[in-house]
């Protein structure tokens, strides 16, 4: 079954779309809000757990039933995101309306960001900025809690209307002016929140800002300007910010320099097109297969975002793959004499300021059958093992270890200390370490096969979707670690990719409360994992779930923001191990090799 990992691969990326969002983002927001005083409905959270597990089957999430059972599963997932999404949403409502600033403006509101996955987030954050349209808004400037403006690029502008329901169904409609921008993230250590503060502006305010009545419409005065910030920069070539140089081939690679290491890596992310025998079990390469390699193909490529904080290109190509009864052979764009269907790929990659990380987002239009399509980065030749990561682990490969195709859940780190290099994926499961005139780390982003079982003859009508004709999205970026960082800080990169930020906005209410940071739990080990943070059973308690993915024993100090009333370490079929010793608002835990390790904390 080792191809079932890309099999229906819409399926896989929205299950993992789903997990993360109740795992890393619903759960530890009702948890935190718990230690806060105010709870969300829980009931929805089981509700939706019960559509996610209904469809983690055998053969419903490896992809291998008839197309009936995909358009119920795809319903399924939707409905547990409408109330993921839901829950989130108004758990951020709550943090961000509860903020106290020492002054409060008309015309302020407040962006509340949460890391609640315990992460390493990105240098950037893409968000959303709301204003309603009656207020005539044209334009705003964003503050820290220290008063120094934060730059931001704006990356579109439109008009929305919203409609809004609550728990009581009460409907409300929204006319909006909707403004996407990236702006800087604020550094918050372990799982917790930081806040900026939005001042909204038009003429009518900036007049009143000169009068003296009007002072409460003015901007905050700032103490101090924004920390030193590397722009990222738009060439003909390519892109250049602090730590990364890409420069954009004409055959569609990218050769990408490591500022920090001066490692230089070339025809990097090319794609490739072959035909296929198997079933949706597995792929089987025929004896003469077709191969399509995008290098040999002409690319299409415009910029479309010039910086300061992001730049873009989009590029685009035509892969012109022979039908598979053509018998077969190695092709490339001009063979003109076979039958031919094209499936177009487009990508654009990105590049952030302050950023390591390089972001693509590619759209498969695929029209083909009976085939897969790979994304294929050239490694360096002595590299003899590659890292990944599985469930509660860590897993080191030999380049030659077979089967070469092996499961990972959301990185592959490929390279030794100077030439490392590490694929993030969001709902790609599968990759390859092949050996040809170089070596390659392979990553299936699409299994096209309409058959059950390739030994049986003939194709399946009832599977027919399994050929994934149409659109198929695939998320996922090139990390170039800092030459020190550890695996557990790698996971931890990969944690926060798949999770992103929590945000929210609201008009802040006086005297409210809430601190403009807060960081709710700490924990001094940096090869912990954090797997679940989530309300327990009883109305008072959390549950935190760790696991340590390594041959060593650690000692972890966890601190909460708040003083404990009780810990207990327990097992995962909830019964108590021990009762641990506090210290205020700390514990201190011994994490044995590969031990997975579940506390229950009672806040002050």
Known sequence: LKDVAASRNTLKRENVMQQEALIRKAEPLAALLRTMGYELPLGFLDQAWKYLLANHAHDSICGCSQDSVEEEMMNRYHKAGQISNWMIRKGMEHISRNISWDRRRKNEYTLCMLNSSGGEPDAMLECGIRAEQRLNYNGFSIYDDKDREIPYQILDRRAETRIDSDIDAVQRMYHEICWKIVLPVPLTPGIGYASYRIVFQNETLLKESQAESGIACQPPAKSESWPYLYPVTCTAEGMENEYLKVEIQSDGTLNIWGKETGQYYEGLHFFEDESSEGDVYEHISPARPSVVNSRSCSWSRRCIQQGPL??????????????????????????????????????????????????????IRNQSEDHRIRVLFPAHAGIGSAVSDVPFSIEERPWNQFPSLHPFSSFVSVGEVKNKFVFLGKGLHQYQLDQGDQNYLAVTLLRSQGSLYAWAGGKNPEFSGAQCKGEAHCTYALYFPAPQASRGEIKRTAQAYLSGL??????????????????FVRCSSGELILSALKPYESKNEIELRFYLPQSEAVEAEFQFYKNLRAVRKIRLDGRTIEEMSIAKNKIKLKVNPYEIVTIIAALE
Do not use: M
């Open 502 to 519: 929590l945000t929210g906005q609201n008009k802040s209410a006086p005297n409210a409360g809430l601190p403009v940071c807060q960081t």
């Open 310 to 363: 992001k730049c873009s290109y989009r590029l685009s190509v035509r892969i012109a793959a022979p039908s598979p009864d053509n018998g077969a052979a190695r092709v490339s764009a001009g063979d003109s004499d076979k039958k031919i269907i094209e499936n177009q790929i487009t990508y654009e990659v990105s590049l952030y300021a302050g950023s390591r990380q390089l972001h693509f987002d590619t759209v």
